[in-house]
Each structure stands twice: as C-alpha cells, then as structure tokens.
C-alpha cells in the first residue's frame, strides 16, 4: 500500500526556515517523480516544487524560486523540501504526491491538471509563518 508521511512542518517567523520531508513506503520512490503541494485556507492546492525520477531535473512555482529546493534520498525512500526565507503568504498545509509518471508535469499545465498527474497523496504537516 503506498502511503507517504510528512514531516518538519511548524511555526516560524518571517525570514526562518524549516526543513520538510517525505517518507514514501509501498512503491520503488526511485520510478517516479514527487512533487510538494500546498493548500491555503480558501485556496486551491498548488504545486510548489517537483523532482524527476532520475533526480536530473526540478520545478518551482514562481512564487518559491530561489526560496525553497528539493532534493530526494532514493535509498532513504524520502524526498525534502528545504525552505528558507519565509514569508506569511507560505503559510499553508503541505503534502506530498507521487507522480504517475518518472517526469514533472510541465511549467504551463493547469492547477488541476497538474493534481489530476498525481495518484497518491500524504496527509500533509502544517506550515504557519507568522509573528
């Protein structure tokens, strides 16, 4: 049974920075690519940051570029996202995904196509950015 447990989530203020993770168990973390979603209250989820298969290449929403980085420890089955230089707006639950495929869903896809891409999704940690 594939299931993915975050964690790492929490308070802090603007300008700190918080380390996520993603552990994945009942599927080969190596075959596909995992993107990090959020979801605002009020807000639609959005895809923040995806890593491929093959760890060769990476997405960010514009809103988090040069912010946050991911990365991903296949023989660990855990994929990260680093975040750093918050802000209020970041303020949102975070979930993992796994992709159906080994690739990221590309840069001008929709919202809704790019949650329809992913099958399995997390329970997701909380992040409050606020003073």
């Known amino acids: 049974q594939v299931q993915f447990v975050e964690s790492g989530g929490g308070l802090v203020q603007p300008g700190g920075s918080l380390r996520l993770s993603c552990a994945a168990s009942?599927?080969?973390?190596?075959?596909?690519?995992i993107t990090w979603f959020r979801q605002a209250p009020g807000k639609e989820r959005e895809g923040v940051s995806c890593?491929?298969?093959?760890?060769?290449?990476?997405y960010y929403a514009d809103s988090v570029k040069g912010r946050f980085t991911i990365s991903r420890d296949n023989a660990k089955n855990t994929v990260y996202l680093q975040m750093n230089s918050l802000k209020p707006e970041d303020t949102a639950v975070y979930y993992c995904?796994?992709?159906?495929?080994?690739?990221?869903?590309?840069?001008?896809?929709?919202?809704?196509?790019?949650?329809?891409?992913?099958?399995?999704w997390g329970q997701g940690t909380q992040v409050t950015v606020s003073s």
């Open positions: 890593i491929t298969s093959s760890d060769r290449s990476t």
């Open positions: 009942g599927f080969t973390l190596g075959y596909y690519a």
């Open positions: 995904a796994k992709s159906r495929y080994f690739y990221c869903s590309g840069y001008g896809v929709t919202p809704e196509r790019r949650r329809y891409d992913h099958d399995y």
